[in-house]
């Protein structure tokens, strides 16, 4: 870990050192420990250091961007040079945005010492024991376990200076058994927090089952989506739609529907990045605070996230949506989550007559038909086909091809418990989902050869 | 084989003297690491550096430069790996990290109980470097710029245009690999793409169009004459036709039929369900947490119909231009051609010295690749291509009654043992009695790897043979992201399921 006082240094001297008229320099630092493991084995254990500085400076209504991989001075410096070439040598661009100004941020409440110093060791132990209570249940064990440190700063010359630190640790597990293999994953801000056992015993229950997997004929199914499956969807919903970008170029399905009903009223989605249920980051990559924004509210298209570029384009304030200066994607949300209601997942499936309970998707691909929010994926582990209300076989892989909003518009519940999805791996972005029971969802292919 | 070429062309010249790698830094930290009695140790230290430019509605949006370095230490200790890396290069920055890859390594002991052998390599001291003409690095931005702003332009003009990009890519990437082996090899890799993407759309119709190749596909070991050969501003006038005329065009009938698809949707077919499957650790069930595995098992080796006579795969890291081309992988193994499929048969996988030994392979197939420094090697795609049969377009035409010919990938989705796949393609054009007919726009086709290969029915010839990149091909925990090549001429299927995507 850099430290607050480090990082915010190194930024500022970045800031004082340009002669710009305008400069934002952001950071994001981090330390990934990964052990990879199958059947018996770690195969890949590491530990990842990295810090991204990116420094973008404006002189004389022209931008330039350059980023370096070090805290290293003389690559810094190097750093603050190559932008204000570039920026000299880019054609002007006239009403460029004004950098913010004057958020003064410090959030270290989800950092964990703990979580931080977790050694080798003790992963490698936990791990150990997983196998050998796989082992004695006769299943075999593969997944990965993370735990690591993410830092944020971001400095401007308009007197943003903004640091967070977090830790986070997070497994998946996937068991197999005969034909069968089941899977379960965590995160957490905190070691301890992490639910490894229970999470084994839920990975074990997808496999240890007696009877072989079916093939079912494609067609409509009702579906009951556990909270990963719908993590899988409306993830990939946020990066098509409620972009301001996607918007503005009408390739969201959301283009000129602000107010409509887009799906069934139950159904309100928010972003937050402030919600210390989800992976909160207090603040975007240009040091604006994150707002809450409500994105689908009961039913209805609601708002959209935006950067300090597109909320100028929108004559709209930013939400504090802004990724990294050298991304081209525009704003996104990160920090999804869906409300929930009253259900839980077995009252989902005790109402069941005849449906498939799906833990996750495979490879979901949004971009089929982005104006009808159609698109495909694939199930995986632990796909049940449920009939009269009970959990009969596991089924073997299925394709879907579907539009979502049309998806959601037939809903029969919303679960109350919520889960957090997240891939401990990777650097942003985190949902809050509970179940879903949906009337009808279209499977358009299976696997077998 | 080119990689004796290549070490033959190291020793005729002056060797490690010319990239300003810290060569006595990694050779001396080698040394201290076959000291401190590792099985085996590899260092990587990298210098990469990255010029990406955007050109959006007529102006320059973004413009960037991002530079890293620094140094990866893998160690093997008693049957287990270590990895850690660190941009600093202090000795005692580089004297920690190594410290923490031998302490993961050691770690792993109390869990793993079998030993991981290794694939002999012959140790080499080499160089290689790229073929490069005109270093995009020393091509002024104005110029970059201008040519990018003129083929925007050209893509403006009606009002359906709702957006019209333009971007170009520079990377130049050099290596210093030094194994306690006795291996010190210092690599120069220098690419170079560039494209452009057009939305257009009219009431609810929303349309794109890419050229060359959508997903920033045209990008080549090469300097800035690549991009000067794509004719972007000719390409730009023929995406902005295509956009407007798919905004009207019908989709297609849902029905089995015959496609033609062209390279740049090979491409895409060939990374999915061939690259990917052929990749030995998913077979070995590395991945299983999140790519996936594979259906190709060991024992399908040699024994399993991939596709029909007509399909020849390779992996192809010697080859000139792909962007999964080298001189050697990241475990120092030479670069090779490597048959994946014979006349239909699946012959080969892609490997690593450690995975090959697992199935007692007589060598590694060379594609162990890291994103950069600061990730271990991963068994991966090199130029994964589908080798250029003899057919003329007009002739794969020739006696398909309906049909349809697809371009430019759009979007892609393969299960998680790479059997059921699905892709939509940007464009497409009726068959009829032999010839193309209307455009059609969202057509999708699906089917089963071995099933939809098993019906190749033709590939084209050499002259229709092109090499592309997919620069985002997505890998590991933590996510790697690499650039892998794939050529490939046009390829005809029978009996394929099309649906218009809606």
């Avoid at chain 1, 401007?156 to 640790?169: D, F, I, K, P």
């Avoid at chain 2, 989705?413 to 009829?432: A, C, H, K, M, P």
Wanted: hydrophobic residues 40%; contains cysteine; aromatic residues 6%.
């Amino acid at each position: 870990m850099i430290g607050e006082s480090r990082l915010l240094s190194v930024l500022s001297k970045m800031v004082r050192r340009s002669r710009a008229d305008a400069v934002s320099v952001c950071a994001h630092a981090k330390t990934r420990q990964v052990f990879r493991f199958a059947h018996e084995a770690i195969h890949q254990n590491l530990i990842q250091e990295e810090a991204n500085i990116i420094v973008k400076v404006i002189q004389e209504h022209r931008i330039g961007l350059a980023s370096a991989q070090t805290l290293d001075t003389l690559s810094l410096n190097r750093c603050v040079k190559a932008a204000q070439e570039i920026a000299a040598h880019c054609p002007s661009r006239n009403g460029l945005p004004h950098l913010p100004e004057k958020h003064r941020i410090r959030f270290l409440e989800d950092y964990d010492l703990e979580t931080e110093k977790t050694s080798a060791g003790a992963c490698v132990a936990t791990l150990k024991r997983l196998f050998h209570l796989c082992k004695g249940a006769g299943s075999e064990l593969a997944g990965s376990l993370v735990t690591g440190v993410d830092e944020f700063a971001v400095v401007n010359s308009s007197g943003v200076s903004c640091y967070s630190a977090s830790t986070l640790a997070g497994i998946k597990l996937v068991t197999l058994y005969r034909q069968l293999s089941g899977y379960a994953s965590g995160v957490a801000r905190r070691w301890k927090d992490l639910p490894i056992d229970s999470l084994l015993q839920q990975s074990l229950k997808q496999v240890l089952h007696q009877q072989d997997p079916i093939s079912l004929p494609v067609g409509t199914y009702e579906v009951i989506l556990e909270p990963e499956a719908v993590a899988d969807l409306v993830t990939w919903l946020s990066t098509i739609a409620f972009g301001a970008k996607s918007v503005e170029e009408r390739m969201s399905f959301l283009a000129g529907r602000m107010g409509d009903t887009v799906c069934d009223p139950q159904i309100t989605i928010v972003d937050d990045g402030t919600d210390p249920s989800g992976l909160r980051m207090p603040f975007d990559f240009e040091g604006v605070p994150k707002q809450r924004v409500v994105l689908i509210d009961e039913g209805k298209a609601a708002g959209l996230v935006y950067d300090s570029h597109y909320a100028q384009r929108f004559n709209h304030p930013s939400t504090g949506h802004a990724l990294p200066p050298d991304e081209v994607e525009g704003p996104l949300p990160l920090h999804l989550a869906m409300n929930p209601a009253n259900s839980s997942l077995a009252q989902m499936i005790r109402s069941c007559q005849r449906g498939l309970l799906i833990p996750r998707f495979h490879y979901v691909n949004g971009l089929l038909n982005q104006r009808e929010t159609l698109m495909t994926g694939l199930t995986r582990e632990g796909t049940f086909l449920i009939e009269d209300g009970k959990m009969r076989q596991p089924v073997r892989t299925m394709r879907f091809t579907q539009g979502l909003m049309e998806a959601l518009s037939q809903l029969r519940a919303i679960s109350k418990e919520r889960r957090l999805i997240a891939n401990p791996s990777e650097d942003l972005g985190c949902a809050v989902m509970p179940a879903l029971h949906l009337a009808k969802f279209k499977f358009t292919g299976r696997s077998e050869s | 084989m080119s990689a004796n070429r290549l070490v033959k062309s190291a020793r005729a010249r002056p060797v490690f003297k010319n990239l300003d790698l810290p060569c006595d830094l990694v050779t001396d930290l080698v040394r201290s690491l076959a000291r401190r009695g590792v099985d085996y140790a590899d260092v990587r230290f990298e210098r990469h550096l990255h010029e990406s430019l955007l050109v959006e509605q007529g102006k320059a949006s973004s413009i960037s430069l991002s530079e890293s370095s620094g140094m990866g230490i893998r160690v093997l200790a008693k049957g287990s790996w270590g990895f850690a890396c660190t941009p600093h290069l202090a000795p005692r920055s580089i004297q920690k990290t190594a410290t923490r890859a031998i302490d993961l390594a050691q770690a792993s002991v109390m869990l793993n109980r079998r030993v991981s052998p290794l694939a002999a390599v012959r140790a080499v001291k080499a160089i290689h470097r790229s073929p490069c003409e005109i270093d995009p690095f020393d091509v002024p931005l104005s110029k970059k710029l201008d040519y990018l702003l003129w083929a925007n332009t050209t893509l403006l003009g009606p009002d359906s245009i709702q957006r019209a990009s333009t971007h170009m890519d520079s990377y130049k990437r050099h290596k210093l690999f030094c194994s306690t082996e006795g291996s010190l090899i210092e690599q120069q890799i220098i690419e170079c793409g560039a494209g452009l993407e057009v939305v257009a759309q009219h009431g609810n119709e929303t349309q794109l169009r890419s050229f060359p190749n959508s997903h920033h596909g045209a990008l080549a070991q090469a300097g800035f004459e690549y991009v000067k050969q794509l004719d972007l501003v000719g390409g730009a006038k023929r995406a902005q036709q295509e956009v407007l005329q798919l905004l009207r065009a019908p989709t297609p009938r849902s029905n089995t039929t015959t496609i033609i698809l062209d390279p740049t949707q090979v491409v895409m077919q060939l990374h999915e369900s061939c690259g990917h499957p052929t990749e030995l650790d998913r077979v070995l069930g590395q991945e299983l947490s999140y790519a996936g595995g594979s259906f190709l098992s060991p024992e399908c080796l040699g024994q399993l119909r991939y596709g029909s006579p007509a399909v020849n795969i390779v992996a192809d890291a010697t080859i000139p231009g792909g962007v999964g081309s080298f001189g050697f992988d990241d475990e120092g193994v030479p670069a090779q051609r490597t048959e994946l499929v014979h006349a239909g048969l699946f012959v080969g996988y892609l490997s690593s010295r450690e995975s090959a030994a697992r199935l007692q392979l007589s060598s590694s197939s060379g594609a162990m690749r890291a994103e950069s420094w600061n990730g271990p090697p991963l068994v991966r795609m090199t130029n994964v291509n589908l080798e250029a049969g003899e057919a003329t377009l007009e002739e794969l035409l020739r006696d398909i009654k309906n049909g349809y010919l697809l371009s430019t990938n759009k979007s892609w989705s393969i299960d998680d043992r790479r059997l059921n796949f699905q892709f939509t393609t940007e464009i497409g054009w009726e068959i009829t009695n032999g010839k193309l007919g209307a455009i059609i726009k969202n057509p999708l086709y699906t089917g089963i790897t071995p099933t939809f290969w098993g019906r190749c029915t033709g590939v084209g010839r050499p002259e229709d043979w092109r090499l592309w990149g997919v620069p985002n091909c997505a890998k590991g925990e933590p996510m790697q992201l690499m650039h892998v090549g794939h050529g490939a001429s046009y390829a005809r299927f029978d009996g394929v399921t099309v649906a218009p995507a809606r």
